[in-house]
């Protein structure tokens, strides 16, 4: 009555309460396909060596291409009871092709087996990942480019601080991007290793060629430790961190896109196809994308630190704990994948709406520190220049001017080497235009900027 396959030391039959406990296969059978695509390296390779004859190496190959029929026919009859992916596979192959399915198995343990699968899974995902956000940064850098020219508020503490280019704002997220990109191709490259042949823990007295596998199944090499190869889960944890960093930066271009285009701000008009209504305010039109995908970072944050607390007590090598490896990874790859394609999306769709972020650029004194560099380069040291401009600040707010309505006299009378010219500087034009140091927001470094960057992402 006890058909599992590690069934043969059990008497009696296993709790329903602790199957269902147990059994992983309503998850990991994600894992479907990297599961046959080892199995199908063992087996080649098993017969390659000469541990199983060519004959039962074509009828067990002929299985898994059945058992894989049935996967993608949606026919594979999937059991709870079996408990897992690897079962599920090697069972049904049984039922398939007879005895024969049994040697599958041989020189191999569901440990090394898992390692291998999850390993094939993830770094897939990291190539997934680190595509939607060269598709993502494209979006950005052809943003840059259609919004040149608009001016906007720069903020620093969410006080206004200079004005900036939308182009620039852009081209920020542009690098950003650009680093999420490589810590998952990093983390892609440092996880290519074949974890298959490592056994449970120990390696197997079998001559298996541990090479061949890892060739075929496009791995750079075997992993070197049979400890280490079953016994670790860092390259999910990989994984995991460049999905939580990227999702961090996802959520502060949702808050920024939340509050500017707020009816308060007004800077950018979000489209029609991604934003929602209310159920009540007819008024309403809410940016729901962004505001889940801020959300959702903080359900990636924890699926990293669930896998770090998983982690953290077990000893060397593989146990049971790390069944819960799965469930964060693959609740990352959905929830970061999804906004990668939405973002890419929807920013095209969006509008900035020049009159207003040009009007509130020049708000707020934003190009006091033109005032106070104009100052220094007529040799004031820029300490003296910042306090006499901070007071001509202070004459504006209490008669509510700008800084361009100060009167020459006004300047005068505030220091001897200001006058009417230093008010050239002042205009939000000027400011942008001035920035020209390297990676600064001055339109001709903007469009080097955007230049540089396309040259960059040529494949
Ligand atoms: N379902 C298991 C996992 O996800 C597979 C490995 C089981 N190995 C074992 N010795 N029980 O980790």
């Known amino acids: 009555m006890n058909k599992k396959p590690w069934g043969g030391r059990f008497e009696s039959a296993t709790n329903k309460l602790v199957e269902a406990f147990n059994a992983s296969v309503d998850f990991d059978k994600r894992l479907v396909l990297e599961d046959i695509d080892g199995s199908q390296a063992h087996v080649k390779m098993l017969g390659a060596v000469g541990i199983l004859e060519e004959s039962e190496v074509s009828e067990i190959l002929k299985g898994l291409r059945k058992v894989l029929e049935e996967v993608e026919g949606g026919t594979f009859p999937w059991r709870v009871e079996l408990e897992d992916v690897h079962m599920n596979v090697e069972t049904r192959l049984k039922e398939l092709i007879g005895a024969t399915a049994g040697k599958l198995h041989t020189a191999r343990s569901r440990n090394d087996q898992v390692a291998l699968d999850f390993r094939l899974w993830v770094k897939k995902a990291c190539i997934r990942a680190a595509q939607k956000l060269e598709t993502l940064r494209a979006v950005m850098l052809s943003e840059a480019e259609r919004n040149m020219g608009i001016v906007m508020p720069g903020y620093t503490h969410l006080q206004v601080a200079q004005p900036i280019l939308v182009s620039h704002w852009f081209m920020a997220y542009f690098e950003m991007f650009s680093r999420d990109i490589s810590r998952f191709y990093d983390a892609a490259n440092r996880m290519n290793e074949s974890p298959l042949g490592a056994g449970a823990l120990a390696g197997t007295p079998w001559q298996i060629d541990r090479h061949q596998t890892a060739l075929e199944l496009g791995f750079a090499a075997p992993t070197r430790n049979s400890l280490d190869s079953v016994g670790s889960r860092d390259f999910a944890l990989e994984y995991l961190s460049a999905s939580a960093i990227c999702m961090a930066t996802l959520s502060r271009i949702s808050e920024e896109l939340i509050l500017y285009s707020s009816f308060e701000f007004g800077f950018v008009t979000l489209p029609d196809s991604h934003t929602t209504g209310s159920s009540i305010m007819p008024q309403k039109k809410n940016p729901d994308v962004s505001e889940l995908a801020r959300g959702k970072a903080g359900r990636v944050f924890g699926d990293l630190m669930a896998l770090l607390t998983v982690v953290k007590g077990t000893p060397l090598a593989y146990n049971k704990d790390f069944q819960e490896d799965k469930e964060p990874v693959f609740d990352a790859a959905d929830t970061l994948e999804?906004?990668?394609?939405?973002?890419?999306?929807?920013?095209?769709?969006?509008?900035?709406?020049?009159?207003?972020?040009?009007?509130?650029?020049?708000?707020?004194?934003?190009?006091?520190?033109?005032?106070?560099?104009?100052?220094?380069?007529?040799?004031?040291?820029?300490?003296?220049?910042?306090?006499?401009?901070?007071?001509?600040?202070?004459?504006?707010?209490?008669?509510?001017?700008?800084?361009?309505?100060?009167?020459?006299?006004?300047?005068?009378?505030?220091?001897?080497?200001?006058?009417?010219?230093?008010?050239?500087?002042?205009?939000?034009?000027?400011?942008?235009?001035?920035?020209?140091?390297?990676?600064?927001?001055?339109?001709?470094?903007?469009?080097?900027?955007?230049?540089?960057?396309?040259?960059?992402?040529?494949?």
Request: aromatic share 6%; proline share 3%; glycine share 4%.
């Open 338 to 459: 999804v906004i990668l394609e939405l973002y890419a999306d929807m920013l095209p769709l969006c509008t900035w709406n020049a009159a207003t972020t040009e009007i509130a650029a020049a708000r707020g004194y934003s190009t006091a520190t033109d005032l106070a560099d104009y100052l220094a380069r007529q040799g004031v040291p820029f300490r003296e220049a910042h306090e006499v401009v901070g007071k001509l600040v202070g004459l504006c707010v209490k008669t509510n001017r700008q800084l361009w309505q100060l009167e020459e006299t006004e300047l005068k009378a505030a220091h001897e080497k200001l006058d009417a010219r230093a008010l050239e500087v002042v205009t939000v034009q000027s400011s942008v235009a001035a920035r020209t140091s390297y990676g600064g927001t001055a339109p001709i470094r903007v469009q080097e900027a955007i230049l540089e960057a396309k040259k960059r992402i040529q494949p």
